[in-house]
C-alpha cells in the first residue's frame, strides 16, 4: 500500500512540473492593456484555470484544486505586468464580484512566490 501511496504522490509531483508551468498565454497574444485583457479572459478564457483542473476528487481535494487555480491565475496576472498583492486582490473582487476569503487571498501570495 506504500508504494502505491508513492508512486502516487510522484504521478502528482510530475504531472505539476510538467503541466503546472504550462500557460494559456503564448508569446504570440499581443496584449495593449493588460487589465481589461484579463477581465476578459478570466471566466471562460484563456486564464480560467478553474476548468483545467475540474475533477480531482473529494470535497477538500476540490477545494485546495480552486486554490492552486486562483495561484496560478495570480501567477499568469503577474506575468503580465500587476506584481503587487492588493491590486491582484482587488482585481480579482472586481472580476468575481465578491470579497476574497482569507484562503483565497493566501492563494494570492502563493502565485506572487518565485519558483
Not at 510530475?14 to 478570466?42: A, L, R
Not at 477538500?60 to 506584481?83: E, N
Request: proline share 1%.
Amino acid at each position: 500500500m506504500k508504494t502505491l501511496n508513492l508512486i502516487f504522490v510522484m504521478a502528482v509531483f510530475c504531472h505539476n512540473f510538467v503541466f503546472g508551468q504550462d500557460s494559456k498565454i503564448t508569446k504570440n497574444d499581443s496584449i495593449k492593456n493588460p487589465i481589461e485583457y484579463i477581465k476578459k479572459e478570466t471566466i471562460g478564457g484563456k486564464l480560467d484555470y478553474s476548468k483545467m483542473l475540474v475533477g480531482y476528487g473529494a470535497k477538500d481535494a476540490k477545494y485546495k484544486t480552486y486554490l492552486y487555480s486562483i495561484a496560478m491565475w495570480t501567477h499568469a496576472v503577474k506575468d503580465m505586468g500587476i506584481s503587487r498583492k492588493k491590486d491582484i486582490i482587488k482585481l480579482w473582487e472586481e472580476i468575481y464580484k465578491r470579497k476574497m476569503t482569507t484562503d483565497e487571498k493566501k492563494a494570492v501570495i502563493m502565485g506572487l512566490k518565485e519558483e
